[in-house]
Structures are given as C-alpha cells and as structure tokens.
C-alpha cells in the first residue's frame, strides 16, 4: 500500500484548478478551443474555483502531480477532454493515473511519458478505466511487458502505441492480440534479436507503420515465408542506426507484402557508400518503396538506381553477384560502365606562339585576362604590349585568326584548347 492521498506530491485537481482558473487562463481562444465549466455540487472546502476555463486539451507536464485528488471533480471539470499530456509528472500508482482516466470519459489521447511506473503493477479493475483511449504514450517510463500486455486487452480500441526509452530488451508474448494497433514507436531500446522482433507481428497483426530506429538489430533472419505472415499489413518500418550489415536483410525487407516506405540511415552496411550510391543500391533492392528516407521514389530515379546497381556490380566475381543484379541484367543487359568526364573548367592550355618566324609553345593561364597575356608573351617576343597585336587561331576551325582587342576580356571566352595558336603581330606606325 503506498502513502495515503493527500500525504505528499501534487494533485491533478490542484494543478487542474491552479493553471485554468479565471486569474491564469482568462481568456478562450476562438470556437471550440476551450469551455467554461460551472460545477453543480462540490465538496466542502473544495480547491476549484466557481469557474474554469477548460480546454480540451489538457497540456500538465512537468507539474509535480503525483496522485488524482476529488474524483467528483475530474467527472465534472474534464467531461468534455480529449487529450491529457501528464509527461514528467511523479506519477507512480497506477490506481492514482486510473482515477484520473476513468473520470474522463471522451479521452482518446493520453501521454505518461517520464513517470516512474518502473516495476509498478497494474491491477485488472484498474486497467479497464483506459479502455477508451487511441493513443497511449509510455516513453521513457520503463514500464513492464506484463503492464503494456493489459493494457493492450483493455483497450479495445487503441490505435498508436509509443514505448521508446524503456531499455526493453525483449518482447513478451501474449495469447491475445492487439488487432487494431497501427503504429508502435519502439525506438531508442536494446532489441538486437530478430526473435524478440518476430514477436511484435503476432501481437500486432494490423500493423501500418513500425517504428524502431536506435535498435542495434544486427539481422533478419527469417525466410519469405515466415516475414510474410508475420507482418502482413506493413506499409512503412524505420530501422534508422540499427546493426544491419548484409544486403541479404535489406533484401528481405521485400517480403513485406505491403511495405511502401522504408527509412534506413546510420548502418554499418552503407558506411562505405557516398549519400548517391546508398540510395541508389537502396532503390534498386527495394523495388516496390515508394518512399526512401522521407523522400519519393520516382519512375526515373529507380530506372536510374537500377542501372547504376548494374555497373555497380559489373566487374565482381559470379559468386560474389547479388540475384537482384542478374533480373535487372534480364531487364537492362549488361552495361558498361559510364565514361568518366571531367566536367570541370579547364586551367591552362598549351599553345604555339608564332611571331615573324619564331614559333615557341606556351602553358598559358586561361582564367587572366588579355592584358595579362600580352604581358606574359613579352617573356617570347621581344616587344612590349602596347606594340603588338595578337590574334588567336583555332586549328580546328575553318574561320581565319580572331583578334583579341579587349584588354579586359577573360582568355577562356576564346575557348582556347592545347594545341591552338596564338598569333603576335607588331603595331605599324
């Protein structure tokens, strides 16, 4: 038995009454947004004040409640609530939290986050006052299993599931399962084994969307057949940091028959890729995503990926080939490898310097300016640069020698290659 009520923490009809009374909540903000709430009988020397303005969503976070206070009041104050935010609170006694839920009857969307329910147990009479909330928030908590299983079976109708932070190293198993969960958030735990992961299917057949990146899951181990059962209606899982290291587990995220989205960052597997080449391989293993890391997946970008997975793997033993490379090779054939060309501006260029019946090569810079090259050709011909002329020829042109008059006019506007001549002709007077 714990500490009778009253004996220590904060209320929630205290905190209740403290945050939305008249002095601290004063105004509604708009339609809809809040109502004022007038009760009809109270206790003596009840704490609420004749008003208050109720929103209805409750945001008390960080408030120091720690048990219910007057139910009668939670019934008359919060009837019309649809969401309760009590995160980082001293919430400890399930019995005090059943208090608070069972007494809010429209309550879909519950958030216990960072309560210490660690090794606190749930009694059956207690569980059934969450029986009508669809989302159910538990992070960082480190509430047990055998909790979340009960409350999984009370709650008939619970759609999102958030149990990140809790150090979870295994999933329990039940015989009753949780058909209507959609999402489950299980991110940042110590799963590592693909066989306490094989039981979140069963538990969950409607699975939508599992989420479970920080998870240092080093495998997929079981076959098509098996992955196809176990989560049939899968259409996106985040593995973002887990340990996966094998194109063989990226391949057997195919056996989802539903998966459409994939979110896969910070695995050993991709360390060596650029941020190109991952998701290019990604797209080409995972033919039926349409969405990669948050971003779409186009008809181009997968024919692209796929032929870049091709000339990925063009020169690697047979033994070592991946079967996805031999049905794009069945689709594409066989590819060469792309041409490398340098797309990058070209810095110098080697010329043949012609004056009178001197002929000299030169490295020229072809990012200064005329005046600069005039000024680098007296180093060949003997006259200064206000006493010559210079033309340049394209060897390769039909055209005759384009004068380069502007001074300030950059050398590579010429198009200069190696090979093309720089003609010095002296001024006449």
Request: charged share 25%.
């Amino acid at each position: 038995m714990g500490p009778p009520e009253g004996s220590y923490g904060r209320s929630f009809v205290e905190v209740l009454s403290e945050k939305y009374s008249p002095e601290n909540f004063p105004l509604r903000r708009g339609p809809g947004m809040g109502v004022v709430v007038v009760p009809t009988v109270g206790p003596q020397g009840s704490p609420m004040k004749d008003r208050l303005n109720m929103p209805t969503i409750l945001v008390l976070n960080s408030c120091g409640i720690s048990r219910a206070g007057d139910q009668p009041e939670i019934a008359a104050f919060c009837a019309h609530v649809i969401e309760l935010d009590l995160s980082h609170n001293q919430l400890q006694d399930w019995r005090e939290i059943s208090k608070i839920v069972s007494n809010i009857p429209n309550l879909e969307f519950l958030n216990l986050s960072s309560n210490p329910l660690g090794g606190r147990s749930l009694e059956p009479r207690c569980a059934g006052g969450f029986s009508r909330v669809r989302r159910l928030v538990l992070n960082n908590t480190q509430v047990s299993w055998d909790t979340v299983l009960l409350l999984t079976r009370e709650i008939t109708e619970l759609e999102e599931l958030f149990l990140c932070l809790n150090e979870y190293s295994s999933v329990n198993v039940s015989s009753v399962a949780c058909p209507t969960v959609r999402l489950l958030h299980i991110t940042d735990n110590s799963l590592q084994d693909w066989a306490e992961v094989r039981k979140i299917g069963p538990l969950f057949p409607g699975l939508h969307t599992l989420v479970m990146a920080n998870n240092n899951l080093s495998s997929i181990q079981d076959n098509k057949d098996i992955l196809h059962r176990l989560f049939p209606n899968l259409r996106s899982i985040n593995l973002h940091n887990s340990g996966l290291n094998r194109w063989e587990d990226i391949e057997k995220l195919n056996f989802f028959p539903k998966l459409e989205e994939v979110r896969l960052q910070g695995i050993p597997l991709l360390q060596t890729y650029t941020n190109a080449e991952r998701r290019s391989l990604m797209i080409a293993q995972l033919p039926a995503i349409s969405m990669l890391n948050g971003s779409v997946v186009t008809d181009c970008e997968r024919e692209d990926a796929e032929r870049f997975f091709i000339r990925h793997y063009v020169d690697y033993p047979e033994e070592e080939l991946p079967y996805k490379y031999h049905s794009l090779v069945t689709k594409y054939g066989k590819l060469e490898p792309l041409a490398e060309i340098d797309l990058r501006p070209r810095y110098r260029a080697l010329v043949e310097v012609h004056c009178e019946d001197k002929v000299e090569q030169l490295s020229i810079r072809l990012d200064q300016t005329v005046a600069e090259l005039k000024k680098q050709l007296t180093t060949v011909v003997q006259l200064s640069t206000n006493s010559m002329r210079i033309y340049y020829i394209d060897k390769c042109s039909a055209f005759g020698p384009e004068e380069m008059k502007y001074n300030t006019r950059a050398v590579h506007s010429y198009s200069i290659q190696d090979g093309d001549e720089i003609l010095v002709v002296p001024k006449t007077k």
